[in-house]
């Protein structure tokens, strides 16, 4: 007995074919929509008021056009916060293993009569931005200090040369 056509339809893989699930096709389509969104999003960011602010707020722009969810949102600020923890952790540690340095470091007989090394600038964690959660760095409290002497005194220009004596050798 033949198989009919339709029988095989209801059943793709008697032909062959391969279905893949459709969650990746919408991923595909998510991740399409959110670029286009973030674009969106960047252009209208830069629109400014009369005033030179930004005239769209970024929380209504994300919102609006990048179709994120509250949920989405909430977990993306959990994200940045840790983030901006780990910075704070790693700009403590960084800053203990100096001093330990300096502390272990060697002295100079006669004293130090360095002229001190500029560690400064401030650490910046967060931004202006409504979505950065605020400035974790501070004021900038570095340097700044000119640590050398006085400029140094312009070459003086070389004394010009006698006049070779006129009447020749043998004087």
Do not use: H, W
Not at 48 to 76: C, H, M, R, W
Not at 154 to 163: D, H, L, Q, R
Request: net charge negative; no cysteine; glycine share 16%.
């Amino acid at each position: 007995m033949a198989t009919n056509i339709l029988d095989k339809v209801a059943n793709p893989e008697e032909m062959g074919i391969e279905y893949n699930e459709e969650n990746v096709f919408a991923l595909a389509k998510k991740r399409s929509a959110i670029t286009e969104g973030a674009n969106t999003v960047s252009t209208l960011l830069g629109l400014q008021g009369p005033d030179g602010k930004p005239y769209f707020a970024l929380d209504f722009l994300v919102k609006e056009f990048l179709g994120l969810s509250d949920q989405d949102i909430e977990t993306n600020q959990k994200y940045k916060e840790a983030e901006i923890l780990k910075q704070i952790q790693l700009a403590k540690l960084m800053k203990k293993q100096q001093a330990d340095a300096a502390a272990n470091a060697p002295q100079q007989p006669g004293g130090d009569m360095g002229g001190g090394m500029d560690m400064g600038g401030g650490m910046n964690f967060g931004g202006g931005d409504v979505m950065s959660g605020g400035e974790f760095g501070g004021p900038d409290m570095g340097g700044g200090m000119d640590m050398g002497g006085a400029e140094a005194p312009a070459p003086e220009a070389p004394a010009p040369e006698a006049p070779a004596p006129e009447g020749g050798e043998g004087m």
